[in-house]
């Protein structure tokens, strides 16, 4: 029975000591590097856009990533909604549901701003609609932000 003891002993202090006494480069886990974070500007303009009608502004993106896209209009007073999509989605397509669309946006606030999960590379399209009865200007931007990028 005394030998029982010895072996438990002899087999129980040394884990003790290794589980209490800090084990040299294992103080803090390095893990994988991060990514380095990217914005790259994909699309922008200024647009007309006559009264009562929608237009397609149509950009390709090179990288999975997500997308920050913003639309904003000189008059308040008014409604332009905006809808990101895959390409091809045209105004055609849309009013049928044929299109398959990643956001539906309407005011307010103004501008409409959003930013999207993650999107692999191809041609997307903003459908940008003025419910005015007057001709109104848009100014549109879209950002593109890789894996190392936090979300803003």
């Known amino acids: 029975m005394v030998k029982t003891n010895r072996t438990a002993a002899v087999i129980v202090v040394p884990l003790c000591i290794l589980a209490l006494g800090p084990i040299s480069g294992c103080d803090t886990p390095a893990g994988p590097p991060s990514p380095e974070c990217t914005r790259e500007i994909v699309f922008t303009a200024e647009t007309r856009i006559p009264a009562s009608t929608q237009i397609v502004q149509s950009f390709t993106i090179p990288n999975t990533g997500r997308l920050r896209y913003s639309v904003d209009w000189v008059d308040p007073e008014h409604i332009v909604s905006v809808v990101l999509a895959q390409a091809p989605c045209g105004a055609d397509e849309f009013r049928v549901q044929g299109c398959n669309v990643i956001a539906d946006l309407s005011p307010p606030p103004k501008p409409l701003t959003d930013t999207t999960t ?27 932000s890789t894996a190392g990028c936090l979300v803003p």
Not at 118 to 144: C, H, K, M, Q
């Open 118 to 144: 993650w999107l692999r590379p191809g041609a997307y399209d903003l459908l940008i609609a003025n419910f005015a009865t007057v001709e109104e200007t848009t100014s549109t931007n879209v950002v593109l």
